[in-house]
T-cell receptor
Framework: NAGVTQTPKFRVLKTGQSMTLLCAQDMNHEYMYWYRQDPGMGLRLIHY???????AKGEVPDGYNVSRLKKQNFLLGLESAAPSQTSVYFC??????????????FGQGTRLTVV | AQSVAQPEDQVNVAEGNPLTVKCTYSVSGNPYLFWYVQYPNRGLQFLLKYITGDNLVKGSYGFEAEFNKSQTSFHLKKPSALVSDSALYFCAVRDTGFQKLVFGTGTRLLVSP
């Protein structure tokens, strides 16, 4: 049982390049999230999804797009990377048990540097 | 809008002493509260949660947290700190009416031998 897996773990991009971060979960969770972690700012929600085919904006969505074509996958795209997007990105998933949403399960993170 | 505050950037404690990491929250409905721990170069690991019921919640690795509705607080505690507890701790809240999980800025716990 792998839980939440993020690909890649590290990446260096040049300004203006594009890339996609992949998140995969094998727990059949309905909810999936993308966060970014920056020093002194904690984790900030970029986008989230409450189910296959649905996405919604979080606190800091600008410059990012997401897709949830399959329930187990949640993709985060950067169309034109900027140095301000240098960060550690975390994917998470959660579900509902007896009508109550559970805690979120996190991936190991992707460290992205934009130069 | 829901929010979480962790007023201390860092907490220092000697091994064997009790520790407290503070968290206060703001939500419009009933809160679901969580504590996570992050070790260097790792993802976040779930420690404990408060959904409803007993105000004292017990979690992993000997940690516990006390929910105080009147003070809107959810402080993390441990009776006897270990050096291995040194890590970054995050408090998070979810409002029952929202699907988003909002995190605090984190508190670095440093336990000295």
């Amino acid at each position: 049982n792998a839980g939440v897996t993020q690909t890649p773990k590290f990446r260096v991009l040049k300004t203006g390049q594009s890339m996609t971060l992949l998140c995969a979960q094998d727990m059949n969770h309905e909810y999936m999230y993308w966060y970014r972690q920056d020093p002194g700012m904690g984790l900030r929600l970029i986008h989230y999804s409450v189910g296959e085919g649905t996405t919604a904006k979080g606190e800091v969505p600008d410059g990012y797009n997401v897709s949830r074509l399959k329930k187990q996958n949640f993709l985060l795209g950067l169309e034109s990377a900027a140095p301000s997007q240098t960060s550690v990105y975390f994917c998470a998933s959660s579900t509902t048990r007896q009508g109550v949403r559970t805690e979120a399960f996190f991936g190991q993170g992707t460290r992205l540097t934009v130069v | 809008a829901q929010s979480v505050a962790q007023p201390e950037d860092q907490v220092n404690v000697a091994e064997g002493n009790p520790l407290t990491v503070k968290c206060t929250y703001s939500v419009s409905g009933n809160p679901y509260l969580f504590w996570y721990v992050q070790y260097p170069n790792r993802g976040l690991q779930f420690l404990l949660k408060y959904i409803t019921g007993d105000n004292l919640v017990k979690g992993s690795y000997g940690f516990e947290a006390e929910f105080n509705k009147s003070q809107t607080s959810f402080h993390l505690k441990k009776p006897s700190a270990l050096v291995s507890d040194s890590a970054l701790y995050f408090c998070a809240v979810r409002d029952t009416g929202f699907q988003k999980l909002v995190f605090g800025t984190g508190t670095r716990l440093l336990v000295s031998p």
